[in-house]
């Protein structure tokens, strides 16, 4: 099973601020299929990024995916209020698992 | 738009059979190139993919929770379902019923989710 983890744990910004997730895999994972989500407290998580840097429906362009083989990167570019939130990255690599996920916080 | 909607016992007693139902609707469950999946979230806690189950029937599980899993597919009611056996605490969690994308194996559309409570 390919283990990814994910860093910071916690990430302390202001509004305006540039946001640089990683993710990294135990193993190489296969950039198409590789994702990254956001979830809001008391909601399902939110598809924001898929095959490592291709932006899903709706989601603006301060959100980019970045990476290959083990190390990838998730960059909100200026965080907006509502981007504050917990983020996701995923694989699937004969079986699919989650990172632990990255809280952004208000500083 | 695709809309999921999970249904099922919000408790179950340790030992018994936890049994979810997730509905779809705005789009069809025979749609090609998706597949149909549950995960699941403990309070405060992290994400675990539990299973996907193509419109064919085929199946695919999590090696952690294959040998108690078992997911069905009624198309004719455009819902599938999901069934762990031998719960303890340790399978309380909210459990997302959500779209998978085959191939390239992310997840499009969630339900809202569903507390599932394992307590005597």
Sequence with gaps: EIVLTQSPGTLSLSP???????CRASQT???????????????????????ASRRATGIPDR????????????TISRLDPEDFAVYFCQQYGGSLTFGGGTRVQIK | QLQLQESGSG???????????????GGSITSGGYSWSWIRQPPGKGLEWIGYIYQSGSTFY????RS???MSIDRS??????????VTAADTAVYYCARLRDGLYYFDFWGQGTLVTVSS
């Design chain 1, 16 to 22: 305006g601020e540039r946001a640089t997730l990683s």
């Design chain 1, 63 to 74: 959100f980019s995916g970045s990476g290959s083989g083990t190390d990838f990167t998730l």
């Design chain 2, 68 to 70: 108690r899993v078992t």
């Design chain 2, 77 to 86: 009611k455009s819902q599938f379902s999901l069934h762990l056996t031998s």
């Design chain 2, 11 to 25: 408790l179950v007693k340790p030992s018994q059979t936890l049994s979810l139902t997730c509905a779809v609707s």
């Design chain 1, 29 to 51: 994972v296969r950039s198409s299929s590789f994702a990254w989500y956001q979830q809001k407290p008391g909601q399902p998580p939110r598809l924001l990024i898929y095959s």
């Design chain 2, 62 to 65: 999590n090696p952690s929770l």
